[in-house]
């Protein structure tokens, strides 16, 4: 069918273009294998329930081991609503306290809503220590903010 020359030539055309595929086009995507980026994460709780809130501690000290430590992911705890009362560092449960110090230690940034402290009339210094206000008033507009920067989203 092909005489030799044109065999080798097509050969030769098979052989480059495989070659080609096998090398990245850019070299960020092969920084990127190497070097994965944090996976970020987003917790958000809201209810009044104390065995939901201390579910969703364990989970995040579950998820941060998971992942294969702190340096591995960015996790984001947003509080709002009722679940401010279940914070509040003279009246947290027990093993509330022991989770949440256990997350805050693997570098859980944990914020509450200031539309909520104003509320509940509380300020940061009523609440568990590592709090700190949402960088938006409206917890949900900073719920919505992070989910842009490509936070993913969980509500146990």
Do not use: W
Request: glycine fraction near 6%; include cysteine; proline fraction near 5%.
């Amino acid at each position: 069918m092909f005489t030799s020359p044109t065999r080798a030539l097509v050969l030769c055309c098979l052989f480059l273009t495989t070659s080609l595929l096998a090398v990245p086009l850019d070299g960020d995507r092969a920084r990127a294998a190497d070097n994965q980026e944090k996976i970020k994460v987003l917790y958000h709780v809201d209810g009044k329930d104390p065995d939901v809130a201390k579910y969703a501690l364990a989970l995040i000290s579950k998820h941060i081991d998971a992942e294969g430590g702190p340096d591995k992911i960015d996790i984001e705890l947003v509080v709002h609503g009722p679940a401010l009362e279940l914070f509040e560092k003279d009246k947290m449960d027990p093993e509330m306290t022991k989770r949440f110090d256990q997350i805050m230690e693997k570098g859980v940034k944990a914020e509450m809503c200031q539309v909520s402290m104003k509320a509940f009339g509380k300020t940061i210094e009523n609440l568990a220590k590592g709090f700190v206000a949402t960088l938006h008033p409206v917890a949900v507009k900073r719920i919505a903010d992070l989910q842009k920067e490509g936070y993913l989203y969980i509500k146990p």
